[in-house]
């Protein structure tokens, strides 16, 4: 029998002093908070039977695995398809004087895609297929994937039936927060939500949505 359950995990807090967006960006860790943050998420799930944990390569996704690696004794396995989009504004900080710029409209034109990065659609194909895979990577128990804001989110909307296009200010997937899922009748639903990090959320500097 596959996985029980496919939890997608979010990374925590990141050390970004100067507040740019750092998509794929190397040399973006987590915090001190971030850290701590990814060992409070490893409550959310213990007396689970987690047998298969998956991170994307992204330095602050395995780092926010090492928690998971260490309560549960397993190894992390690294799984590019659960990686951050790609966004033409990596290096950048995110404010009016930024959009205002006229360089940077042309990457403005449609928000439906975006076609300042990666496609929606493309961000939600991958995860779904990764998703399946990991599930049936595994002869039981659940599965943990350590991933990003975006590509949980769009999980989620891709499964529950919603647009894709949306408002970024109104996403549900907190820094280290856990949206879990169950394959029901051939296909994945969600079955809860839960952030184990919510009493550090005051005193995070970066909630940025990457």
């Known amino acids: 029998m596959p996985a029980d359950l496919v939890h997608l995990v979010r990374h925590g807090e990141v050390?970004?002093?100067?507040?740019?967006?750092?998509?794929?960006?190397?040399?973006?860790?987590?915090s001190d908070l971030g850290h701590r943050m990814a060992a409070a998420a490893v409550t959310g799930l213990a007396g689970h039977p987690v047998t298969a944990l998956f991170a994307s390569p992204l330095q602050r996704a395995q780092e926010s695995a090492a928690p998971w690696a260490e309560a549960f004794g397993l190894?992390?396995?690294?799984?590019?398809?659960?990686?951050?989009?790609?966004?033409?504004?990596?290096?950048?900080?995110?404010?009016?004087?930024?959009?205002?710029?006229?360089?940077?409209w042309h990457l403005l034109r449609n928000p439906r895609v975006p076609t300042w990065g990666e496609p929606f659609a493309d961000v939600a194909a991958r995860m779904l297929a990764a998703m399946t895979d990991a599930r049936e990577a595994v002869d039981s128990g659940d599965v943990v994937m350590v991933s990003h804001q975006l590509p949980i989110w769009m999980a989620h909307r891709a499964l529950a039936g919603e647009s894709l296009h949306h408002d970024p200010r109104k996403r549900r997937c907190s820094l280290s927060s856990i949206t879990s899922f169950a394959f029901v009748d051939g296909r994945f639903t969600e079955v809860g939500y839960q952030e184990r990090g919510a009493a550090l959320l005051a005193d995070a500097t970066d909630l940025g949505a990457v």
């Open 15 to 30: 050390h970004n002093p100067d507040h740019v967006l750092y998509g794929r960006l190397e040399g973006f860790g987590l």
């Open 75 to 104: 190894d992390i396995r690294t799984e590019p398809r659960i990686i951050e989009p790609t966004n033409r504004f990596e290096g950048k900080r995110m404010n009016a004087r930024t959009l205002a710029n006229p360089r940077h």
